[in-house]
């Protein structure tokens, strides 16, 4: 059974940073590419970043690009979310998926990200 | 900017069908956007029901169905139940590596 399950999430000021892990088991994890997805509080699903299997390859939404960085270790079966100069907007469930092709297919429980002074 | 469109809210009774769609503000969906669907219940994390337009899942029931009807993708719920009540999102695959998921759609079965 494939489990994600996120963590690094918390408080932090606006301007601040903050890491989001997201650590894979029950596949070959290098095999897989990955994504996060956010969800603002009582709204919708939030398309944020994806890396390949072999992490050679990234995309960003507009929204986050310049500021956060998508990353994986492959030997750690974990997936990163580095999120620099946070914003009030930024605070979200933030959601780590397995991709198959174009979409998601396995969800974590999500890490919640709060930014307020 | 494109916007992925679906509606806000849709009604079906018990047993019956529903036809929930995924457009685009500017121009038509095909198979090339590789539509996906995710359901969510309050408080749960999305569950992927639909992805590459039309494959199921691992263990999702074939009560649900994905296809292209005209411009838009669809998702068709047969046989509605009572825990089918959920939010549904669908997400496109806008090229160039990037995706776009819909405000969604708030289905009440009643």
């Known amino acids: 059974e494939v489990q994600l399950v996120e963590s690094g999430g918390g408080l932090v000021q606006p301007g601040g940073s903050l890491r989001l892990s997201c650590a894979a088991s029950g596949l070959t994890f290098g095999n897989y590419a990955m994504g996060w997805v956010r969800q603002a509080p009582g709204k919708g699903l939030e398309w944020v970043s994806v890396?390949?299997?072999?992490?050679?390859?990234?995309k960003y939404a507009d929204s986050v690009k310049g500021r956060f960085t998508i990353s994986r270790d492959n030997s750690k079966n974990t997936l990163y979310l580095q999120m620099n100069s946070l914003r009030v907007d930024d605070t979200a469930v933030y959601y780590c998926?397995?991709?198959?092709?174009?979409?998601?297919?396995?969800w974590g429980q999500g890490a919640l990200v709060t930014v307020s002074s | 900017q494109t916007v992925v469109t679906q509606e806000p809210s849709f009604s079906v009774s018990p047993g019956g069908t529903a036809t929930l769609t995924c457009g685009l503000s500017s121009g038509s969906v095909s198979t090339s956007y590789y539509p996906s669907w995710y359901q969510q219940t309050p408080g749960q994390s999305p569950r992927t029901l639909i992805y590459d337009t039309n494959t199921r899942s691992s263990g999702v029931p074939d009560r649900f169905s994905g296809s292209i009807l005209g411009n838009k993708a669809a998702l068709t719920i047969t046989g509605a139940q009572a825990d089918d009540e959920a939010d549904y999102y669908c997400l496109l695959y806008m090229g160039s590596g990037v995706r776009v998921f819909g405000g969604g759609t708030k289905l009440t079965v009643l």
């Open positions: 998926g397995t991709l198959h092709n174009y979409g998601y297919t396995q």
């Open positions: 890396i390949s299997g072999d992490g050679d390859y990234t």
